[in-house]
């Protein structure tokens, strides 16, 4: 019992009268650190606990669904009016199992005024762990949006998901994530780091044609200005096209040590950028016109020895040191 009452205080999915309920259940156990974080748990902002509270009819009343083939939920829209968001384990007898394409953006097509503004009001969403995907978009433009708490049964962060999410600063991705897709933090201007899990192999969801303007142009971080720190994992292989675009705070990155490609303008007008360090692995880097590092005084490369990166950075005139 008490592992579990602990497992709901974590998750946030007790009401208010559960935990008066459980209070008076746990009274007479010797259980004072149960107790005190019950005591904790009932004192939190208000709003955190409005989507326990509501009624089986509310719920319903704030989402548009779709039933899925194995009889769970997908959310199609939000249209509720709370600025701190529980997405609900279930709606009536249902599992919610996704988050579909614009579900909260606050531009979804042919939805009310009063929705959208609604909408640009949120400032963080909760995920719970049955949440399996969401949707291109579903959060794209959501201008007060700061905070959000990942499912972590999630792999992939798709196209666009949280762009121009203007006062997004809090993202800890979950350990699952294998895939984060094009322009999925584009504009994300107050981040300021991101730790990317081992695992990740991709910045791009789908292998489009190879002159396919967005093969080429991922920008998955792009005009985020105030990122100052990013850590790539091991499995990373390929930095694509216009990655870090625009990333002009960024001053500390590391580079994985069998990373092979460097794309377009991948790190182009990263101003602060001083040094990177580019592993025997890497054997394409953009060069001239739309070279990776366009735009980046600063930098210094750090090569090996006759590798391909010291003869590019001889051929783009950029400063390198050998190592």
Known sequence: MIADVERKIGERTLSLKEVDDLLLETSWLEEPELIRKLLAYKTAT?????LQEKTAEEIKAEWKTEKLPD???????????????????????????????YVFSVTQHRIKKEIKESRAKIKEIRMNDNIMAIGEKAFMACENLEK??????????????FAECKKLNTVELPKGIIVIG???????ESLEQIFIPEGVKNFSILKKDAYDWESNYI?????????????????????????????????????????EKIGKEAFC????????????TVISISETGEGAFKNCKKLTLHVPSESYAEQYAVNERIKYTVE
């Open 46 to 50: 208000p709003d955190s606990m409005l």
């Open 71 to 101: 009889g769970t939920l997908r959310l199609l829209s939000y249209k509720g009016k709370d600025t701190i968001v529980n997405v609900p384990e279930k709606i009536g007898k249902a599992m919610v199992s996704e988050l579909g394409d």
């Open 148 to 161: 959000v708490r990942f499912s972590d049964s999630l792999t992939v962060i798709p196209d666009y998901a």
């Open 182 to 188: 094009c322009r999925a933090f584009y504009g994300c």
């Open 219 to 259: 920008g998955t971080f792009m005009n985020c200005v105030n990122l100052k720190k990013v850590i790539l994992p091991e499995s990373i292989k390929e930095i694509p096209g216009q990655t870090f675009y625009g990333c002009i705070n960024l001053s500390d990155i590391n580079i994985p040590s069998h990373l």
């Open 269 to 280: 007008g990263c101003k602060r950028l001083k040094s990177l360090t580019i592993p025997q």
